[in-house]
Antibody, heavy 118, light 107 residues
Framework: EVQLVESGGGLVQPGRSLRLSCKASGFTFGNYALSWFRQAPGKGLEWVGFIRDKSYGGTTEYAASVKGRFTISRDDSKSIAYLQMNSLKTEDTALYYC?????????WGQGTLVTVSS | DIQMTQSPSSLSASVGDRVTITCQASQDISKYLNWYQQKPGKAPKLLIYDASNLETGVPSRFSGSGSATYFTFTISSLQPEDIGTYYCQQSDNLPFTFGPGTKVDIK
């Protein structure tokens, strides 16, 4: 059974950093891209970015709203993807989801809540 | 960026009713349109991919159609468990964008 479990969320002050993790199981992690999405409270869904698998160079893509501040990485030996979030802003407050693949999103985690507030 | 619009923003229908949601893209996205259902406090669930393909395990009362810029999503006979918010999402061009959602409830 495919499972994705996010962790690392919490309350953080504006300008600070936070790293989210997405632990995967039930599939060959290294063969898949991993994506991050977010959903602000009471709002819709927003794509954050993704990291390709190693056969595609493990390269990354980001939404304009986070480019230069957020970094996605992966550790295939641990089946974990990371979302490093720097220079956080109040508008980054959201539930962050990781998903397997990039475009047709069959598997989602349960999400981890990030609150950016002073 | 490709803008996605959905209509209506919300609807209330009776059990057994046929429900249709439309989604329009600001440019041609071919068949690369997915539909998701999200229930309160839960992650989105993929229902339809590539405009008209039913995801495995999803009831056949759900269907999708369309291409290019205009797409429709239909529930042929609304059931109580179908309440939630439905989102379309284009997967043709980065950044992948979602519609604003359609909230469905039971009358």
């Amino acid at each position: 059974e495919v499972q994705l479990v996010e962790s690392g969320g919490g309350l953080v002050q504006p300008g600070r950093s936070l790293r989210l993790s997405c632990k995967a199981s039930g599939f060959t992690f290294g063969n898949y891209a991993l994506s991050w999405f977010r959903q602000a409270p009471g709002k819709g869904l927003e794509w954050v970015g993704f990291i390709r698998d190693k056969s595609y160079g493990g390269t990354t893509e980001y939404a304009a709203s986070v480019k230069g501040r957020f970094t996605i990485s992966r550790d295939d030996s641990k089946s974990i993807a990371y979302l490093q979030m720097n220079s956080l802003k109040t508008e980054d407050t959201a539930l962050y989801y990781c998903t397997r693949d990039t475009s047709t999103l069959e598997y989602w985690g349960q999400g981890t809540l990030v609150t950016v507030s002073s | 960026d490709i803008q996605m619009t959905q209509s209506p923003s919300s609807l209330s229908a009776s059990v057994g009713d046929r429900v249709t949601i439309t989604c329009q893209a600001s440019q041609d996205i071919s068949k690369y349109l997915n539909w998701y259902q999200q229930k309160p406090g839960k992650a989105p669930k993929l229902l339809i991919y590539d405009a008209s393909n039913l995801e495995t395990g999803v009831p056949s009362r759900f269907s999708g159609s369309g291409s290019a810029t205009y797409f429709t999503f239909t529930i042929s006979s609304l059931q109580p468990e179908d309440i939630g918010t439905y989102y379309c999402q284009q997967s043709d061009n980065l950044p992948f964008t979602f519609g604003p959602g359609t909230k469905v409830d039971i009358k």
